[in-house]
Every structure is written in C-alpha cells, then in structure tokens.
C-alpha cells in the first residue's frame, strides 16, 4: 500500500431519527459533503466520544433538542463521488428516539422540519436515509 491508501479511512459519524406520530426530523445540510440535501440530524464522532453521545451532541448541536433514551437502527456506507473519484466516506451509525421542544436549524443545518415518510421519498436526501427511516419507523 502507497502513504495515500493508509491516510484514506472512513470516518465514523452518527445520526438520529427523531419520530412525532407519523413525522421524522430532517434538516437540510448546509454544508458539503451533501449540501441541500435533507437528513438526519447528525455529524463526525469525536476522539474518546462514545456514539450514542455523539448523536445527543448533534442533535443538540443541530436543532436544539435534547434526545431521551436512544436504539441503534443500523449503519451504513455514506460515500459521495465526483468523477469516478470518492470525495468522502463515512460510515454512519443511527439511532432512534424521542426529544421534546421546537426543532431549530443550528450548526450546519439549513432548516429543520418534521416530515411524513412519503414526503422524504420526494425530497433529494442523502444516500441510504429512506432505509434508516423505514428501520427506524415506530410500530403503528
């Protein structure tokens, strides 16, 4: 292996999804990777921090809710490519819960807005996040 293969690693981030009734939380990213696109709220895991409580710091960080107890959904691949070249890899782990107060766009969010899960599916989001929404979805 070249110096440039061992410095390209995942990164490791978080994200949770945040259900009222039949609406989850998404915001829109303001920055790349990913601009305008809709997700969860979420973010990169910082050294020495445990996942569950990056997700709480995000969620705080992004919309000023503070998040109860959590459950690991899933993890995925987020990779995004431009011209056959990959611009950034994350692995991101979510969660679900619940958070009480008004969602707020903060941090590197560009709004933030409780949606129905149809209504995601028309949205531009990030890759895999119709997947995590459905894992994600409360029993009925």
């Known amino acids: 292996m070249d110096g440039a293969s061992v410095a390209a ?3 490791i981030g978080v994200s949770v ?3 009222r009734e039949d609406r989850v939380l ?3 990213r ?3 990777p990913f601009a305008g696109a ?3 709220p979420g973010g990169r895991v910082e050294w020495g921090e445990r996942l ?5 710091r995000e969620l705080l960080e992004e ?3 503070r998040a109860g107890p959590l459950r690991l959904v899933s993890a995925i691949d987020a990779i995004h490519r431009e ?3 990959v611009r950034s890899h994350f692995v991101v782990v979510s969660f679900t819960g619940e958070a009480e107060g008004e969602a707020k766009a903060a941090s590197d969010a560009a709004a933030a807005v409780f949606v129905t899960l149809e209504a995601a599916a028309g949205l531009a989001v990030t890759p895999g996040l119709l997947d995590v929404l459905a894992l994600s979805r409360p029993a009925a």
Do not use: E
């Open 38 to 40: 809709w997700s969860l």
């Open 17 to 19: 999804a945040i259900w």
């Open 83 to 85: 011209d056959d070249a």
């Open 52 to 56: 569950q409580d990056a997700a709480r």
């Open 30 to 32: 303001a920055r790349p």
């Open 26 to 28: 998404l915001v829109q």
């Open 9 to 11: 690693r995942p990164g």
């Open 63 to 65: 919309t000023g809710l």
